[in-house]
């Protein structure tokens, strides 16, 4: 079945430092992968997506490139700041079938960025 | 343009005991989802909607879960019983027909089973 994995955290960092949040899955056919944020006391917000191999996803200063070779969707900052705290989400939706939207996630990482 | 709302935001039974949770998801969109998160883990599905029909429902419990969409717009979760491992944050969220690969999650109804 479908299964996402991110590396372990917490991750705690200072602020203006370089993110890397590993993501990689386990998908048939060709799925599109999401990147979602949690920011404390809020809900879960798309922060980007990619649905093809080489595709960049990017939004408010996060990337992240969908590498079908490694199934990889690893997500990047150049530059964290505080605010930027959150628990982030891997997650892809498979593609085709029935269930429009149904979303698999990894198990989240926390990010604390400090000033 | 109103988020997706959820109520209440937080309860605390003791097992055995019912429980239900109710979501108004954003107007017009035609699927909701019910989503359960257990702390320390990633959301998981119980249970989709496209209108008021059940997509998918394989990962419900349904000997303890249920959930209606009654008029294709609000819906409801209930638990009953509940066990001390349904403590977890329950999602609601919901996604256009035209836009299936934008969904919109509420602030979830947090759970504890004492």
């Known amino acids: 079945g479908n299964s996402v994995t991110q590396m372990e955290g917490p991750v705690t960092l200072s602020e203006e430092a370089f993110l890397t949040i590993n993501c990689t899955y386990t998908?048939?056919?060709?799925?599109?992968l999401f990147w979602y944020v949690q920011y404390p006391g809020e809900g879960l917000q798309l922060l980007l997506k990619?649905?093809?191999?080489?595709d960049k996803g990017s939004n408010k200063g996060f990337e992240a490139t969908y590498r079908k070779e490694t199934t990889s969707f690893h997500l990047e900052k150049g530059s964290v700041q505080v605010s930027d705290s959150a628990v982030y989400f891997c997650?892809?939706?498979?593609?085709?079938?029935?269930?429009?939207?149904?979303?698999?996630f990894g198990q989240g990482t926390i990010l604390t960025v400090h000033p | 343009e109103a988020g997706v709302a959820q109520s209440p935001r937080y309860k605390i039974i003791e097992k055995r005991q019912s429980v239900a949770f109710w979501c108004n998801p954003i107007?017009?969109?035609?699927?909701l989802y019910w989503y359960q998160q257990i702390l320390g883990q990633g959301p998981k599905l119980l249970i989709q909607?496209?209108?008021?029909?059940?997509?998918?429902d394989s990962q419900l419990p349904k000997d303890r879960f249920s959930a209606e969409r009654l008029k294709g717009v609000d819906s409801t979760l209930k638990i009953q019983p509940a066990k001390l491992e349904d403590s977890a944050v329950y999602l609601c969220?919901?996604?256009?027909?035209?836009?299936?690969?934008?969904?919109?999650f509420g602030e979830g109804s947090r759970l504890t089973v004492l």
């Open positions: 107007s017009g969109h035609a699927t």
């Open positions: 990619a649905t093809k191999a080489d």
């Open positions: 998908a048939t056919g060709y799925p599109s």
């Open positions: 909607f496209q209108n008021n029909g059940v997509v998918d």
């Open positions: 997650a892809l939706r498979k593609s085709g079938g029935t269930s429009y939207g149904k979303l698999t």
């Open positions: 969220a919901s996604s256009s027909l035209r836009s299936q690969l934008a969904l919109f």
